[in-house]
């Protein structure tokens, strides 16, 4: 005889399975191994699931069962008297099961388990590959299982499988309401005042840095779907991890739900003889009291709840270091360098002592500058290994004051742990979403990884997301940490869009460009010099991609000079905190956020803030930038950078800044949507008396800021093909009111490239005269067009446009608008050919003659190809015949 069972005191997902495996097996009796929950026997009562013809135990000759069938348990303990059965040889065992193994006692002859939000998830998937198909019953009672277990698909256990199961059943007949009647009932008086004493007797128990709520009550009677009330607890205080426990008559039930990965619930009930997965578990106990259940929980809790954090979890690298016979000054020189307090010294390959910054500047004082760093370094120090636990790290860095601890592997330093890197651990709370997972560069403070996977499925093209993917793909191929950095990731948290990616790789940056390009058909542009490189895909789609570096100034305002480091030094040479995050895109740890310098916490109150007290100093650049972020984001400067910048200012570090990188940033400001706002702060800084001692924001600044971006509005919105640089349009707004000589040393002073310096003095000089006479005519007749033509047609379409927003009427911007909308673009249909056909000769005279039917054409006195050769045989061939 084969037997479809389940685990004692079973629920919806238990019903949904045996109907299932009954379709699997269909001369199985079914038959409840005990009791069933309130919920589920009220399902009995009301509908016509008799029809499956469910036995009782009495009803069955145990001896005589041949195979037993489980489905969702593997424990003996619960299954009541088949567990006997499940033991006897002889006995054919097949399990369908979805929890994980925990305390399972009970091994299949055939076992089918997945990983998933239910049992019933996991046989419907069996139903799709073989093709059984479920009657509209059978469908609905499957998903009332499978929707109590993922709870509606949002617990955190529900699996992309079984969202596509319920799609199965629901296309099979699966009725949502009868599910919603029973999944959603109001709660019964009983339940509402366990719900109250649930509440009331709540309290958090702190293990291991992980908060654990426990609630527990005491009734004397029985009150159904504890589980429920805890869902319901757990939603109203957003909790991560919490406990139930309650007495009912001569039982104690204990229900255990979690949000973490640090709490696996279904091992901690399963010290108490439940079970259940990571997420989700219940239990019930006999043999102790309410008091000895509830004393011994911690030494429980103490025992499953532990992140199990190790050195390799918090230690950076690579490490700096400085060998033995260093002197004491260029060790200090090292530490200012690379903004450190601590550093091994070596010998070789092998640690042989610690030097500190307090240390080096103490003994320079003293005038031991050039002594070697043997004679002072701390030779007592105690390294570690990868796998020390952090309770001993802790005890070296607070307890003995070891505040830089080497890793050692096989001899050799592959990290340190730093006071820093422990500061950092600690007030994370000692919790990460990729528990086990080194990330070089030690522990940062992360959103959820969950959270930020999902925020770039929802952000960006499915395109660019697929693209992602394949590039931590390929990381992981080579053994490379992947990271998207900077804007990117500061705007996806923003909710901007962004698509400009940057890609920093922990590793050789250039041969992982390669490597991508040749795996997926791109291109690859290279720049060995300084580690970087750029992916170009066959529809243009470019991604930068560059080698985890740090960098370093050796006077204020010079070039930095750049060397490998890790991802944490690589964010850590950025201008402001809110572009330090970077987002991990290896498959394993996809959509990681590290943030290791208060990005987020800055985004939250929209502030520019610098990473240290000499950024402006090192590169004063960065003070434009800092204007540019400011308004674009709609963001503010923190108090405390917006000292330094002014003091940055008024210490003149700007003047040892080469021209070209300032005319750079101040490119990048005019190219904004809407550069008046920065224009006004960079004056109200000082930043504009760079530029030129003179140059200020005014009111008719803002007017001419505001002309001209209707110009270029219009003039975009004409799609005549032509591009027009607003930026160029600005800028000549922002020196509308300096003289042919400021503009002159202006363009010295910021190397402006002479491409642009005809523009910017002399077209800019003859557009001021002709925009002058323009408003002179205005009192007499109008322009001829073929004036206006003459007059205009030797300027840019920046400078055109810069003429619309300096005009003081609007006629004058009307006789620019109908030169750029017509008159430009006109042309004689007669050509030198035509000309010769005519019998004129070819000579200069050509030049005349179209220039004048030219002026005929704009002036509307020709029109046709006729007219404009009878205008040429009136106007210069007159007497002469055909014949001639």
Not at 204 to 233: E, M, Q, T, Y
Not at 768 to 786: A, D, F, K, V, W
Not at 819 to 838: A, C, K, N, P, Y
Request: proline content about 3%.
């Amino acid at each position: 005889m084969d037997v479809i069972t389940t685990h004692v005191n079973a629920d919806f997902d238990c019903l949904g399975a045996m109907i299932a495996a009954r379709k699997l097996y269909p001369r199985a009796e079914l038959v409840f191994a005990g009791s069933q929950e309130k919920s589920l026997r009220e399902f009995f009562v009301r509908s016509a699931v008799y029809a499956y013809d469910f036995k009782r135990i009495r009803d069955i000759d145990l001896a005589a069962v041949t195979r037993l069938i489980l489905v969702d348990v593997r424990q003996s303990e619960r299954i009541g008297p088949f567990g006997e059965v499940a033991r006897r040889e002889g006995v054919e065992v097949h399990i369908y099961d979805h929890h994980p193994a925990g305390q399972a006692d009970i091994q299949g002859d055939l076992e089918t388990i997945e990983p998933v939000g239910s049992t019933v998830t996991v046989l419907t998937h069996i139903f799709m590959e073989r093709g059984i198909v479920p009657n509209p019953e059978e469908a609905t009672m499957m998903m009332l299982g499978l929707y109590e277990d993922t709870g509606g698909l949002l617990f955190n256990s529900t699996t992309l499988r079984d969202f596509q199961a319920a799609a199965y059943l629901f296309t099979h007949g699966a009725n949502l309401n009868t599910v919603a009647d029973f999944l959603t009932q109001e709660l019964t008086a009983d339940q509402v005042t366990l719900l109250h004493k649930l509440i009331e007797s709540r309290t958090v128990l702190n293990v291991r840095g992980i908060d654990i709520s426990i609630a527990h009550a005491s009734v004397d009677h029985f009150v159904g779907d504890l589980a429920v009330l805890a869902h319901k607890l757990k939603d109203m205080e957003n909790l991560d991890a919490l406990l139930v426990v309650v007495r009912m008559a001569d039982r104690i039930f204990l229900v255990g739900r979690s949000r973490i990965p640090e709490v696996h619930v279904g091992e901690i009930l399963g010290e108490f003889g439940g079970g259940g997965h990571a997420f989700a578990a219940s239990g019930t106990v006999r043999d102790l009291t309410l008091v000895q259940l509830l004393d011994r929980l911690p030494e429980v809790l103490n025992r499953h709840v532990n992140p199990r954090w190790e050195a390799r979890h918090l230690m950076s690298y690579p490490v700096k270091s400085v060998g033995k016979e260093a002197t004491l000054n260029e060790v200090r020189k090292i530490l200012t360098r690379y903004n450190i307090n601590a550093m091994p010294v070596m010998d070789k390959e092998r640690v042989v002592g610690i030097i500190t910054r307090q240390l080096v500047d103490k003994a320079v004082h003293h005038g031991l500058a050039e002594v070697p760093v043997s004679e002072y370094m701390t030779g007592d120090f105690s390294p570690v290994t990868p796998s020390t636990p952090v309770a001993d790290l802790q005890e070296l860095i607070v307890e003995r004051n070891q505040r830089f601890v080497p890793v050692i592997k096989n001899g050799s330093m592959i990290g340190a742990v730093t006071r820093t890197d422990l500061l950092r651990h600690m007030a994370a709370g000692g919790r990460s979403d990729d528990r086990g997972i080194s990330i070089s560069g030690g522990a940062a403070l992360t959103v959820k990884k969950r959270e930020a996977a999902r925020l770039m499925r929802e952000q960006l093209p499915s395109r660019i997301f697929h693209i992602l993917e394949e590039l931590g793909d390929v990381g992981d191929a080579l053994g490379q940490h992947i990271y998207a950095v900077g804007g990117f990731v500061r705007d996806l948290l923003l909710r901007k869009e962004n698509l400009d990616v940057d890609i920093v790789v922990e590793g050789d940056g250039i041969a992982f460009a390669v490597e991508y390009a040749r795996l997926h058909e791109c291109r690859v542009r290279t720049h060995k010099k300084f580690g970087t490189a750029v992916i170009i895909f066959p529809d243009g789609f470019k991604i930068d991609v560059a080698s985890t570096r740090t960098e370093y100034y050796l006077e204020p305002g010079a070039l930095p000079t750049v060397e490998h480091a890790s991802i944490k030094l690589d964010l850590y040479r950025r201008d402001f905190t809110i572009n330090t995050l970077a987002m991990a895109l290896n498959r394993h740890h996809f959509g990681r956020l590290l943030d290791f310098y208060g990005a987020q916490r800055d985004l939250k109150e929209k502030a520019i803030r610098v990473l240290h007290n000499l950024s402006f100093v090192e590169d004063p650049t960065r003070m434009f930038r800092a204007v540019r972020f400011e308004q674009r984001l709609d963001f503010h400067l923190g108090k405390h950078t917006e000292h330094l910048l002014r003091s940055a200012v008024r210490m003149g570090f700007l003047d040892k800044v080469g021209g070209s990188r300032v005319f750079n940033e101040l490119q990048i400001i005019l190219k904004e949507a809407d550069p008046l706002p920065a224009v006004f702060r960079m004056a109200a800084l000082g930043l504009l008396k760079y530029i030129h001692p003179t140059l200020t924001a005014t009111t008719h600044t803002r007017t001419l800021f505001t002309a001209a971006g209707r110009a270029i509005n219009w003039y975009e919105l004409l799609y005549t093909g032509e591009t027009c640089q607003r930026w160029q349009v600005y800028f000549l707004c922002l020196t509308a009111d300096l003289d042919r000589d400021a503009m002159t040393g202006i363009c010295n002073r910021l190397g402006i490239p002479s491409r642009y310096r005809d523009v910017f003095c002399d077209e800019r000089e003859e557009a001021h005269s002709t925009l002058n006479h323009l408003e002179r005519r205005r009192s007499r007749r109008s322009p001829q067009p073929s004036e206006l033509y003459h007059r205009l047609s030797p300027f840019a379409t920046e400078v055109l446009l810069y003429i619309m927003a300096k005009a003081a009427s609007e006629e004058v911007r009307r006789w620019v608008s109908l030169f750029v909308t017509r008159l430009r673009s006109e042309s004689t249909i007669l050509s030198g050919h035509d000309l010769r056909q005519m019998g004129i000769l070819p000579g200069p005279r050509y030049k005349e003659i179209l220039g004048v039917l030219l002026d005929a054409r704009l002036n509307g006195r020709v029109a046709t190809r006729e007219d404009e050769t009878a205008f040429v045989r009136r106007r210069f061939l007159k007497g002469v015949t055909n014949d001639e």
